[in-house]
C-alpha cells in the first residue's frame, strides 16, 4: 500500500456518509455496545446501519475499519466473538482489536480480514508489536501518542507491519492507569463498558458570576469562567485545589489536542503508512472540516507540493494544540 492513507473518525451512519465524501481513504467505526471505546447514547451503529454503510463506503472506494477495541470482561467474551463473526459478514475491510483473545478468535475465525493493533493494546515495542503479528497475524499497529519521530523511524526498521499513528484530535495517553479513573466514581470502564464518563453521570451548573462547573457522578471536577472553553468532562483532564496551591490546577493532564499537521512529511519519511483523526464523538461539521483539511494537505505532499494546513484550532479540544512527543527531539 501507499504511505499516509486517511483514517477518518465515523460515530454515526451520517458522520460515516460525510467522511467518505470528505475524502477519507478508510473510516473506523463501531457497534452500539461495549465491544468498542467509544460506546456513549446516539453513537455507533446497528448491524443494519453498518451494512449499508459499508455499501456506501465501497461504492465510493472508501474501506470500513471496525473498532473491538475494548478487553471483555471474564465470561463475556461472545458479545466480541459475535461482532466479529458480524463485521466479517458484512464486509469490514480490517478489525481494530486490543484484546489477544479478542484477536485470536478473529485470526482463527476470519484470517481473511485484515487486523489492526489499537492504540489501547499500548504497544510501544518492536519485540512487542512483533509478538502480536507472529502470533495473531496483524497487519497494522496503531502506535501510542508518546513516541517520537526517530523512535517511529527505528521501530519501523524492525517490524514486519504497517505503522499508523494519531495525527489530530484527543491528546489522551491511554496508559498510565487513567482509564481507570471514570470507572472509580460511575462503576464504567472506558477500556472494558467503551464508556469514559457516561452522559448519565456528567452535570453542568451554572452560577451567579455566569461562571460554569462540571461534576461527574457528583463530584466538580472542573470551573470555567465566562470567558473560557470548557473542556471535557473527565476526571484526568479536571482541575482540582491543593491546600499547597494558590490556584486550581490540572493534576493528571492539560486539555490540549494533538495536531500534526506541520509533521506530515517528516511521518511519512519515518515510514508512517496511515494517519488517524480522532473525534467520533464530534459532528458532521467537524468531520467535514477536519477530513476536508487533511485531504488536502496529504494530496499536496504526495504530490510534492507544500502543503497549506488552515488553522485547526476552533476544531481542537481545550485552549493550545500540540504535537506531543513527536516534536521532542530533532531529526535528520
Known sequence: MSLAELICPAGTPAALRTAVDAGADAVYCGFQDATNARNFPGL????????????YAHDKGTKVLLALNTYPPAGKVDLWRQAADTGALLGVDAFIVADMGVADYIARTHPGVRLHLSVQAAASS??????????????????????????????????????????????????????????????????????????????????????????????????????????????CKGRYTAPHRSEPYYAFEVPIS?????????????????FK????????????????????????????????????VALTEGQKQTQGAFETKKWR
Open 44 to 55: 455507533n451503529f446497528t448491524p443494519d446501519e453498518l451494512a449499508a454503510s459499508v455499501a
Open 126 to 235: 518492536p519485540e512487542a508489536i512483533r509478538y502480536y503479528c507472529e502470533n495473531f497475524a496483524v497487519k497494522r499497529v496503531v502506535l501510542p501518542r508518546i513516541l517520537t519521530i526517530p523512535e517511529i523511524r527505528e521501530i519501523r526498521k524492525e517490524i514486519p507491519c504497517e505503522i499508523e499513528t494519531f495525527i489530530f484530535g484527543n491528546h489522551g495517553l491511554m496508559v498510565e492507569g487513567r482509564c481507570s479513573l471514570t470507572n472509580y466514581l460511575t462503576g464504567q470502564s472506558t477500556n472494558m463498558d467503551g464508556v469514559c464518563s457516561p452522559a448519565s453521570d456528567v452535570e453542568y451548573k451554572r452560577h451567579t458570576d455566569d461562571s460554569m462547573s462540571s461534576q461527574l457522578a457528583g463530584f466538580t471536577i472542573d470551573c470555567f469562567g465566562a470567558d473560557e472553553k470548557a473542556g471535557y468532562p473527565t476526571i
Open 258 to 274: 494533538l495536531n500534526l499537521s506541520r509533521l506530515l512529511p517528516d511521518l511519512i519519511d519515518a515510514g508512517v503508512h496511515a
Open 277 to 312: 483523526i480522532e473525534g467520533r464523538q464530534r459532528s458532521k461539521s467537524y468531520v467535514r472540516g477536519v477530513v476536508s483539511a487533511f485531504r488536502q494537505a496529504v494530496d499536496d505532499i504526495r504530490a510534492g507540493r507544500e502543503a497549506n494546513i488552515a488553522d485547526l
